[in-house]
């Protein structure tokens, strides 16, 4: 039976990359996955049903906590863009070339996502690509660099990442000396897939037009402040974690309804006519909800494998049949391309003790930027990609031809400026 659930993954994720020669939608096939494999795996489990219930009672609070904040970030970046604020951003932008604007925006979401985290950084900045290109076809590329610079960017912190998250919540690592090892290899492997990328991006940048939506417009002033709120909002995430040890998804929805009061204040006085275009409830309109049902289908899913010990087991059968730590970590990088990297890092950790292992050592901070950097070779290889794939509706094979050997070529790279760097300062 726990063949028939690894079978049943493969063809269901063989079926999402071919959502578009099939005609099949990815969010069926990943619905479809996630019941048939955890009705397989209570077939199967020698616990019995209500065991496994217990494990999908958690499973799903883990995942309904990656799609509250996947909706929060949404709403917060529709509002934010309904309002013009991102006219902020894009009217300092001068850049009229496609290679010139790529690297401002590699660095742009490098950055940015080493404060946020790698999903909500990848929302914004595709979300902003709309106000500053015409050509869709332009657009995916950008939305793949965007993918490549955002998980590097999340690597090297400890909140820019959920598994650098992780290993740091779990002792594994330090702020101070992960930021210091990771640093130079995450901007690396940016860099590498940036400067293949520009020899490929040629041409002028030629912006959308400007087009009102039904005669309305805001003011100077309020596209400043819903742009402050928006991104004030986003920043305030990492901050509220930090010192609550509360969850993400909560800080979210705080910020979510302090950004509500602020805008119905900010037109309290408008007619309802004017003010219905920049509610919330507009927002919450204009998400792309097939994206977010993807999610908790296809995060389900992912999350039998760990449940039935598929993941754990298979990081275990690393350690005997490889035996090289090095090569262990690069491999959990590759495999996390494939599969969820959260639960292979969870694996690992169980592996390896702190007392064999200690806080900021080799393994824990080659793992930091392996399995951080190593999704995006696919696209549903992290939620940064699976967010840009529903966004900007990116076809999987498109992305494995064009945007996964640049982010292959720089994760390699990556290591072996990581490892470089290791056996000089140490």
């Not at 309109?285 to 049902?293: E, G, H, L, N, P």
């Not at 200690?358 to 699976?386: K, N, Q, R």
């Amino acid at each position: 039976m726990m063949t028939m659930i690894a079978v049943v993954f493969v063809f269901c994720y063989a079926m999402i990359a071919l959502e578009h020669p099939i005609k099949i939608n990815k969010s069926a096939t990943a619905l479809i996955a996630a019941g048939l494999m955890w009705t397989l795996y209570s077939l199967a489990s020698p616990l019995g049903v209500q065991a496994v219930v217990e494990q999908l009672t958690e499973k799903l609070a883990e995942t309904a906590a990656i799609v509250f904040f996947l909706i929060s970030a949404m709403t917060i970046v529709e509002v934010t863009d309904s309002h013009g604020g991102f006219e902020v951003i894009t009217s300092r932008i001068k850049a009229t070339r496609l290679s010139t604007l790529l690297w401002i925006i590699g660095f742009i979401t490098f950055y940015l996502s080493s404060i946020l985290d790698n999903m909500t950084t990848t929302i914004v900045m595709v979300a902003l690509m709309k106000r500053l290109l015409k050509d869709h076809n332009q657009r995916l590329f950008f939305a793949g660099i965007i993918v490549i610079a955002a998980n590097a960017g999340g690597a090297w912190t400890p909140i820019g990442d959920v598994t650098t998250t992780m290993l740091w919540i779990g002792g594994q690592v330090t702020t101070t000396n992960i930021m210091e090892a990771t640093f130079l290899a995450s901007t690396v492997s940016m860099v590498i897939p940036l400067i293949m990328a520009s020899f490929m991006l040629q041409g002028k940048v030629v912006a959308p037009d400007r087009v009102e939506q039904g005669g309305i417009s805001t003011t100077r002033f309020e596209k400043t402040i819903m742009f402050c709120m928006g991104m004030g909002s986003l920043i305030f995430v990492p901050i509220f974690k930090a010192v609550t040890h509360l969850p993400p998804y909560l800080g979210i929805l705080l910020a979510l309804g302090v950004l509500w009061l602020v805008g119905d204040i900010l037109h309290r006085n408008k007619s309802m006519e004017e003010k219905e275009h920049f509610t919330l409830s507009k927002a919450l309109k204009r998400i792309d909800m097939a994206s977010v049902v993807f999610f908790i289908g296809i995060l389900l899913a992912v999350a039998t494998l760990s449940a039935n010990g598929m993941l754990p087991s298979l990081a275990q059968w690393l350690d005997v049949k490889v035996g090289n730590q090095s090569v262990i970590v690069v491999i959990i990088g590759l495999v996390s391309a494939i599969v969820d990297n959260i639960p292979l890092v969870a694996a690992s950790m169980g592996m390896y003790p702190l007392a064999q292992f200690p806080p900021d050592s080799f393994l824990w901070e080659f793992m930091a930027y392996c399995a951080g950097t190593g999704g995006s070779i696919l696209i549903i290889g992290s939620a940064a990609g699976v967010a840009a794939m529903g966004l900007e509706k990116i076809e999987f094979f498109w992305y494995a031809r064009r945007i996964g050997p640049l982010a292959l070529a720089g994760y390699f790279c990556g290591i072996a400026t990581y490892i470089f760097q290791y056996r000089l300062m140490h």
